[in-house]
Structures are given as C-alpha cells and as structure tokens.
C-alpha cells in the first residue's frame, strides 16, 4: 500500500541477464557502471575480499549526488527554522485567526517533510546474484547437496465478474510454469466468494498448465503469462533463449491455438454453468423455491448458487479445500516425443505441475470474515497442513509473474550468510500494464518505489506494501528473529500457550515448528482425517479465543492489513529487503479510472489514520523498532492530516473576490521571499532526488499533482472516516477498486476507454469546489488590475498570488481532464474554456465593480462603462 504522501514505483536493479538467471553478470555490469546506473556505486566490496557469499550486492548513491542532496536538505531546514523565528517575531496580519492557521499549517508541513525526507538521507540498492545462488543450490552438484527451500503461493480472488476471471487464471498460469524446482512450490488459490466458475476455470487451468509449463520450460519464454507473451510484438520480443529454436515457432503456434480454445471455455463457463444448473434443476423441487447450482458430475455446488439460497450465498457457505493437482513428487518427468495428437516434443522436458490447491473458507452470519486478511490466514493454515513451506508470496488475482527468475531472487536475500536469517520479507515494486503512456492518475507511483523504498532499504527495511511479497513463515507466526531469540533458541511466540496462540488443531499447531526449518517437509497425503482437519481450520469460529489476527498472522479490523502486518514484523526486530530487478518481477493492472483511483486511495490513507490510532501506532512501539524506522511509520500513518490545512490554503484566494487589500502575514515581501526561498530549495532537492533514483520529470510531476488532487478530496474524508471511528462510530465504507475488464489489447483507444469514463462520487466534490474558488480569483484578480488604480506594489503582490493559484490549478490538471470524460482526448479544449470562463469572471467582476464601487475604478473604465450602460438601456431602444 503506496501512500501518496511519499509516492510509488521503482527502478530497476539489474540489466536483463538478470531474469536468465545470470545474477552475477547483471551485478558486474551493474557494478562497473552499466547503463542508467552510473549514479551507484559498490558498498559491499569489503565483505566480498572477506569471503563472504554474496548473494546479492550492494550499492549506494555515489557522493556526487548524495551529498548535495544532504546539504540542500540542511540547508532547506535551516530555513525554515529561521522562518518560524521569524514569523512569531513579527505578529501581524490582517486577520490573527487565519495568521495563526497558517503558522500550524506551516509547522505540520515542516514537519511532514522533515519526516518523508529523513528516510531518504541513505537509499540502497540490493542486487540478486543469481549465478552464485544457482551454483551453491545446484540440485545436480551433488546427491546431498543443498536444495532451495519451498515457498507456497498465496493467490486471493473474490468476484470472477469484478476481476476479470481470465486474468486471474493468467496468474496462475504464471506461477505454475515459473523457474523453480516443481516440487518446491505449490499454489493456493482463495476463492472468497465462493464462485463454481472459479472452481471449474481452475480446473480448466490446470489442463491447459499441462501444455503451457512445459512449453515455456522448453523454449524459455518470457513472460511466462499467456495473455502478456502473445501480446508482445514479434520485433519486441527478447532474444531466443531456449534449446530447440527450430522447433519454437510451430510450437508456438500451437500453443498459442491452445490458448485460443481455453480462453473460449473460461468464457462459456458463465453461460454453461447456468445452463447445466437448468438442465439438472427441471425435475427438482427446492427448498424455499431456490434452484441449486450443479457441478459437472450432477452434485450440488457447496458453495454460493446462482440462485443465492440458505447456506448457498455470499457471506454464507460452507469451507471447500479441494486439491486440483497434487504433489509431483522428487523425480523428473520427461514428456512423450511429437505425434500426431500433440506436435510438442517433450521428450527433454520436465512435464511435472506444481501442488494445486482451491480453498473457499466458511462464511457465516454474524461473524465478521475479515476481508482479504482472513482469507490469507486461512491460507496460512491450510498450506501448513499440506506443504508448509518455510517461504510464503502473495499475489492479488490480477497480478502475474512476468519474470520468472523472481522466486530465486528473493532466496538471494532470505538465504544470504549475512542477514537473511534476520530478513521476515521480501518486497518486490508493484508495477503495471494498461496504465496510459502519462500515468495521469500516478498509478505506477514511482517516487514512492524508486525514491522512498531505497531509502528504507537502507534503515531496517522497506515496509510491506500489499502484493509481491515474500514471507518468512515463521515471522507471520509471530516468532522473534534469532538475534532476539533467547539462548536456547526456542522464540517464545512458539512456546508459550500454543492453543490460545494458534487455536485447538493440534496437527497444526505441530507444524509451526517445522515451519522454522530449512528444507521443505514433504507435502501430505490427503486423506479422509488430513481433510477433516483442512475443513476445521477452514471454520468461521476456529479464530475464536486464539491471537489470529493480532499476534499471528495477517492482522485484522484495518483497511491496510498489509502496511499493519510489516509493522508489526519489525516492531518484533526482523528486517526486509526491497528487490527490483529487470525485467519487472511482477505485473498487474491498476484502476485507470479517476473515481476508482480515489477510492484506492480513501481506503489506503483512512486505513494509515486508523493504524496511528489503533494499539498498532509507531509511537508505541518498543526498543526493537530501529529509531529512523519509526520515523517512517509515523510519516506514513499521519500523512492524510495534512490535508485540513491544505484545502484552507486551496480557498484562501477567496479573499480575491472581495476586493480589499488583505495580509495574512506583514511585511509581506519578507514573507513571500521565504516562501520562495523554501520552495526552491524543496524542488531543487526533488530535481536532485530523481537524478540519483533514476526517475523522469515526469513521474516526479505525476506524483506531486496527485498529491494535491489527493489531499483535496481524498485525504479530508479520510480523516472524517478517523475522527468518527474514534468516537465510536463506524467510519465511511471503503469501496473496494475494481479492475479493467479485460487483460489487456485492442486499440489503444480501446485500452484507455475506462480512463475516459465519469463516475460521480462525493469524492469529487471538494476538489471540484477548490477548482472554481482558483479560476474565480484568477478572474476576479484579471478584472481588478484591468479595472486600474493599483500601485506597483500592489501588482507585484497580485502577481505573487495570481501565481499561486496557477500553481494550484496546474497541479489538478489532471483532475480537470478526469471530470472531462471523453473531451479529455483533446487537452486543448480545456484551455479553450479555461480563457473563456476567465473572461466571462473578469468581466463580471469589472460590472460589479462600476456598479457597487466605482470609486476603485479608473475614470477611463468608468467612462466605457456609462458608454456601455447608456447602449443597453431600455430607453434606447425605443423606436
């Protein structure tokens, strides 16, 4: 969870030879100053002349750029301490109460950026040796050699209809044919909705992964989602990388019609479905007239109907656990040659699937689920029962792999000798497809991913942002890293008062030790007793009494479960890594649409608000917390109040339209020269700040007008949602964001279209509000100076404020064209009725002028305007 406050995505660490699994020559380039990457220099070569295993290097910002950005950020706060000397010096203003608003104001926005500023003294860059981690971990070097760990994929998924079902099976597609041993990986899949189209389009994917993994194990494509490989441009496609290049273009070919036809069946199950549900209902008579929805060999679905009905509705169904593909065993299995059923050859290839698993969690009245938070802890406990792999990554439906090297990256940093026993997770950027060329709406966030997450690289970790994490199991349960551990090494999360930590299955609970071990235990055999103890932990009340949701686990009662959840990890004093690598580790897609951006980012900054309120606030937190990460956390929880101050200077240029001389702070052009002076500095900083993250001017200007366009709807209602949650009250409902109805292709036109689309929403409102007050006095001010009879001072201070406004405005630009719609495809339109409705307001403002004051009108304009009032009299238009 990106909070605008600090920005969004990130940059790359290493070159492409990173995702062949070439780690090594990735970080040499790298080091020796590859392309784009000569702002960054080695940090660890010391540690390397010790011998000690570098699976995975370090570089800092080089002194160049660094130092500089240092001193301008001293400097900056010399300043602003010597401002707020000064205003308290000099206490005089037209107006005390508002004098005194803007000082508070000033302090917190100080303050604000004292916090966001201090994580970003010293950014780190951690590269993945890949090459040393595929030598040390060689299945082949040796029979008893090391092996990589397990990890257990996390997918989670609620409406098939509002995440597209199709990109939801492409992600599992992705983590089915991933480079990882078969057998070390399993997959499950959570299904919160209870939906029989996703139980039938898993099973559907499961069939066609048969074809799809070993394809893409043969030929080495990328990347390794369906939907995204074909869509890639032959002329843009990556340089063959496989074994059989011969052979690569008539098995595409084939694949790709493979691919064709399960698209088909994934479409037809929303219609065959309610057909066959038809069919087999003729003959019977339900209960309380509700027609049952079957599954394909004729048994009533156990989970939600068609038809919703009594224990068969969302909200209300029983607990499925259903094993798709089992464990594929230790042993290679090679492929039958081509034949005339199947051209591929996969006589080389291992056709092994990884586990499988569907999982739909018991839903009841009068219990609260928990959302996305307690599905994942479900998930948690029945992977635990089956696999229990020491390594755990979530994935929302709409993300996919789309480097298949990812996997292993992430082991560099949780297997390294050095700190990767201490590591709870790892976060990988979250980055997008179908985000328009500009990013209007800011969706890649990319000062918060390649700025701000550097920056925490270099103190205790990146904070957990949502999708693309790896875990460190035994950290979820709750458990201390070892240098907190006591002396016998036992953490005491673990030993003490296991049922009411982890609840009364004793199968369970025996696996949280083994959780802590180094080499995957090998999965259950699913049995009669093994499924009655995957359906209890799958129970709405076996939670009940026990520390889920609170000491173990995801953490619940909180729209950012993620952000909590990585607080509370490191509150414990594990650390984490952050891991960008090129190609990207993982993509998604993002709501283009304005309303749906808004709504993201209601739930994510009411959600930060709620965290600094709750028993999870950074200020709270004991010794293990490293100092500067605190800092990071009260940053990241306290942002949205910000917005109460800005949206009083948003409306502050009403004073325009009455006319009168008005100063908040005297003498005003001291004022003005340290306002300046600051903001200078501030954008200097930021210009030095993209230089050494690799951003674009434009990424940085994308993030600061959606700042603006944040904390003038967004952020003032997040901060109502806090104020009425603390006196008892339920808060504003948080929406959830849905995603574009379609992966990805078409027309470009076709691929923006929901970009162009107007939704209303109260949201829109406030900002709406601060847009017209701008443009007002920016006209009002345009038919004062023309009116005459002001002094040069007096221009030269309408000038400084007619330049705020513009600020203001150019700031929610992209606003302006979100609430255009479709006239949005032609900027130039904006402009055409910006200068007009200017026009219209200064003329207006000229009348009203002569009429009700015409003393502060120049005798010239008094003039025009007798002449003008004498054309519009009625009396001359007697004939």
């Not at 074994?243 to 479409?267: I, N, P, S, T, W």
């Not at 007002?776 to 404020?801: N, T």
């Amino acid at each position: 969870m990106p909070s605008p406050a600090t920005g969004g995505d990130g940059a790359g660490l290493a070159e492409p030879l990173l995702a062949n699994g070439d780690g090594g020559a990735a970080g040499q380039a790298f080091c020796s100053g590859g392309k784009d990457k000569w702002q960054w220099v080695p940090a660890d070569e010391g540690e390397e002349e010790q011998g000690r295993p570098l699976l995975y290097r370090t570089f800092k910002v080089r002194g160049i750029f660094i130092h500089p950005y240092r001193l301008i950020n001293l400097a900056r706060l010399i300043l602003v301490i010597q401002f707020f000397i000064w205003r308290i010096r000099h206490k005089d203003s037209d107006n005390m109460t508002l004098w005194w608003i803007t000082v508070v104001g000033d302090f917190w926005f100080a303050v604000s950026w004292l916090l966001n500023q201090a994580s970003k003294l010293n950014p780190i860059r951690r590269v993945p040796n890949l090459e040393l981690l595929n030598q040390r971990f060689d299945p082949q070097a040796a029979d008893d050699g090391d092996q990589l760990p397990g990890v257990d994929v996390f997918i989670n998924t609620v409406d098939p209809v509002d995440e597209p079902v199709l990109c939801t099976m492409n992600s599992v597609l992705s983590i089915l044919a991933t480079d990882y041993p078969v057998d070390k990986h399993a997959t499950y899949f959570s299904d919160d909705g209870g939906s029989l189209v996703h139980y039938e389009a898993l099973q559907e994917t499961a069939k066609f992964a048969a074809v799809w993994a070993p394809f893409c194990r043969k030929h080495r494509v990328e990347p390794r989602a369906p939907e995204s490989y074909f869509e890639v441009k032959p002329e843009e496609e990556a340089p063959y990388a496989g074994d059989a290049a011969a052979e690569f273009v008539g098995d595409r070919r084939h694949v790709r019609r493979e691919y064709e036809e399960f698209k088909e069946q994934l479409a037809a199950l929303f219609t065959i479905i309610p057909q066959r549900s038809e069919t087999y209902g003729r003959d019977v008579v339900a209960a309380k007239g509700a027609t049952p929805t079957y599954m394909a060999d004729g048994t009533h679905w156990p989970g939600t109907w068609l038809e919703p009905a009594e224990n068969h509705k969302k909200g209300q169904h029983a607990a499925i656990v259903q094993v798709m593909l089992n464990h594929p065993g230790d042993e290679p299995q090679l492929g039958a040659p081509a034949s005339s059923e199947s051209p591929l050859d996969l006589s080389a290839v291992d056709v092994r699937l990884p586990m499988l698993v569907y999982i739909a969690r018991e839903k009841k009245p009068g219990y609260d689920h928990q959302k996305k938070a307690g599905a994942m802890n479900v998930q948690l406990r029945v992977s635990a029962l089956l696999s229990n792999a020491p390594f755990i990554i979530n994935f929302d439906g709409d993300h996919y792999i789309n480097n298949s090297s990812a996997f292993r990256a992430a082991m560099c940093f949780m297997l390294d000798d050095r700190h990767g026993e201490d590591t709870a997770f790892v976060q990988f950027p979250q980055r997008f497809d179908d985000v328009d060329p500009t990013d209007r709406y800011c969706n890649h966030n990319r000062v918060f991913f390649d700025a701000t997450a550097l920056g925490l690289n270099g103190i205790q970790g990146p904070s957990y942002v949502g999708t693309g994490c790896m875990f460190r199991r035994a950290a979820l349960y709750g458990a201390d890293p070892p240098c907190w551990q006591p002396p016998d090494g036992r953490s005491k999360a673990v030993m003490d008062s296991p049922w009411k930590q982890f609840g009364n299955s004793m199968p369970f609970i025996n696996s949280v030790p083994l959780a802590t071990q180094p080499v995957t235990p090998p999965a259950s055999t699913l049995d009669e007793r093994l499924a009655a103890e995957l359906a209890d932990v799958s129970t709405c009340a076996y939670e009940d009494g026990t520390e889920w949701g609170y000491g173990v686990g995801w953490v619940y009662n909180i729209a950012t479960e993620d952000v909590v959840t990585g607080f509370r990890i490191h509150r414990k004093g594990w650390r984490s890594m952050y891991c960008a690598m090129e190609p990207d580790a993982f993509r998604g897609t993002a709501p283009i649409n304005l309303t749906e951006r808004l709504h993201q980012i209601l739930r994510w900054s009411g959600g930060s608000l709620d965290m600094f309120f709750s028993r999870n606030c950074p200020l709270l937190a004991g010794r293990r917390l490293h100092p500067m990460q605190r800092v990071v956390y009260t940053n990241m929880t306290m942002y949205p109040v910000s917005a109460a101050f800005i949206f009083v200077y948003d409306l502050l240029p009403l004073m325009w339209l009455s006319g009168a001389e008005f100063y908040i702070q005297k003498p005003y052009t001291t004022y003005v020269a340290y306002l300046f002076a600051g903001i200078a500095m501030m954008e200097v900083s930021g210009m030095v700040e993209i230089k050494w993250a690799g951003l674009t001017l434009l990424d940085w200007c994308r993030n600061e007008q959606f700042y603006m366009i944040g904390a003038t709807g967004v952020y003032p209602a997040a901060v109502l949602h806090s104020l009425l949650r603390l006196v008892g009250l339920k808060g504003l409902p948080f929406k959830l964001t849905s995603k574009p109805q379609s992966v990805s292709g078409g027309a470009p036109r076709e691929r923006f279209a929901e970009m162009y689309e107007v939704k209303w929403s109260p949201l829109l409102v406030p900002t709406v509000v601060v847009m017209i007050v701008n443009v007002a006095a920016v006209g009002a001010a345009i038919g004062r100076a023309a009116a005459g009879g002001w002094s040069f001072v007096q221009l030269v201070g309408a000038a400084g404020g007619l330049l705020f406004n513009a600020w203001v405005l150019l700031l929610l630009y992209p606003f302006a064209l979100g609430i255009m719609g479709r006239w949005s495809k032609r900027p130039y339109v904006l402009f055409v009725v910006l200068v007009v409705v200017l026009a219209a307001i200064a003329s207006a403002y000229l009348v009203l002028l002569a009429v009700f004051a015409p003393r502060s009108v120049s005798p010239v304009w008094m003039e025009r305007w007798s002449v003008v009032r004498a054309i519009v009299s009625p009396a001359n238009w007697r004939i």
